[in-house]
C-alpha cells in the first residue's frame, strides 16, 4: 500500500466518482515505492482530455497538451499532470510518435513506457498495477527496456539516454538486452536535440556516482568532442565531484576540463547550455587549468592550514588562523581572496571541490581552503574594491583625477591590502593612493 499525495487521492476521487478509471502513475509510484519523495504527481485516466476539462473545469484545468491527451489539474498549489490512456503510432524520426490513439485500459498505456520500473500505475482501490514486473526490477535494482528493447529505442532514441540517467539516478544495473541494444543504437541520437541531450546529460551527470553510466558508445555520439581515453580518465574525477544539479558546472568541469576553456566552452554552446552554466563551468576549467589553482592551495600552504598543527591546538576551531594582517602575507590566502573577489564565495567553494577531485592527494588541503574560504568571507575580510575603506570619491576629493585611471588606483589598492602592504585603513590608503597615481 502506498501513500499518494492528498492532492492526486483527491482527484482520482473525483475522477473514479465521475466514472472514470485513473491511477498515478510513472515517476511517482517508482519513488514512493523505493521510499524516496516523488517530486511530481502525474496521473493517467480513460477519461479523455475533453472530459477531463469538463471535470474540472477551465478555472482549474490547463490544456497543456490536449492533442497528446495531456492537461493540467491545479489542485491545492499544485500541478498534476493528467493523461488520458494511450497508445502510441509508429515513429518515423525517431523521437515523436506519428499520431497517439486515446485506449480505454491502463495496460496498454503501461506497455507503451520507456522502462518496467516506469510503467507501473497505482490507485487506492485496485492497488498496484504492474503488467511488466517493474516492482521486481525494482527491488533487483535493474533497469529493463518495457517490450523489445531495439524496438523501444529505435521508436525514441531518447529512450537511449534516459536509460543511462535513470541507472545512475539510483545506482541501478543495466538488463544485459536493454544495455547491448542502447549501445548498438546509440547512433540514433543523432536525430535528438542538442536541448534534449543536454538536459538528459545533465541529468545524469547530476546522479550521485555517474561514472561507470558514461557509455562510451553514447558519448561518442553526443560528446565527440571527448576522446575515450579523455572519458576514461574523467570519470573518476566526476564521481569525486559534488552531486546534484547545483554542482552541475563542477561536473560539467570534471567530464570536459581536459578539453581545454575554449573548447569546453564550445561544447557547452552547442548543447545549448544556459549562459550562467557555461561562465560558471569555464571559470573552473580555466582556474584549474595544469596545476592552477591546486598549487596554490597546496604547495603554498600558509602556516595555519597544516592540519597537524590544527589538531594539536583542537578547540580553538577557526581562530587557529593568525590575525587579519598576518594571514594576508600567507601567499594561500592572497590567492583565495583574490578569487573570493573575482568569483564569489560559492564559485571558490566548486573550485576547491573540484581541485580536490581532480588531486586527490591535495584534498585534504583543498577542504581546507573552502573553509579558509567561508571564514574570510564571513569575517568581512577584505577582497573587493567596494570593501576598501575608501572609494572613489574619496579619492577624487584627495586629488586623484576622475576616469579610468580611478578604477586602476582602486584596484592597486586592494591588491595592496591583499597583499598586506598597508592595513585597510583610510589613512593609509590615501597615502598608497598618492604613491600609486603618481607612479
Ligand atoms: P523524473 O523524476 O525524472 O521526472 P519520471 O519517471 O517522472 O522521472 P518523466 O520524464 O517525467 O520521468 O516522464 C514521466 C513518465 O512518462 C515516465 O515515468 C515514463 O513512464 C513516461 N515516459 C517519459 N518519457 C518517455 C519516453 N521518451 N518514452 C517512453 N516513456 C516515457
Ligand atoms: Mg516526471
Redesign the pocket.
Known sequence: KLTLDPGAAALLDTLHAAGYAAYA???????SLLGRT???W?LCTSALPQQVMELFGAEQCIPTGLQHGTATIKYGGQLY?TTTFRT?GSYTDG?HPDAVQFVPDVRED?A????T???MAYNEAEGLVDPFGGQKDLQNGLLRA?GEPQQ?FT??A??IL?LY??AA?FGFALDAATARAARQLAPHLDCISAERIQEELA?LLAAPQPGAYLEPAVLAVVLPELTPAALDAAKPVVDACPAGEENLPVRWAALLGALGETDTRRVLKRLRCSNACIEETAVLVRETAGKGVCRSFSEDRPLGWDPAAAGSRAGDGMARFVSEEKASAHPGDIHIRRLLGRYGLCTVERLCALCAALHPQNAPDCALAAQRARQLEADGVCCRVSQLAVNGRDLMAAGIPAGPALRRVLEALLDGVIRAEYPNEKPALLAAAQKISAS
Open positions: 502513475v510513472g515517476g511517482c509510484v517508482r519513488d516523488a517530486h511530481d502525474d499532470e502510441e523521437r503501461l507503451r513506457r520507456d522502462f520500473i516506469n510503467a518495457v523501444r521508436e525514441d531518447l529512450r534516459r540517467r535513470f539516478r541529468k
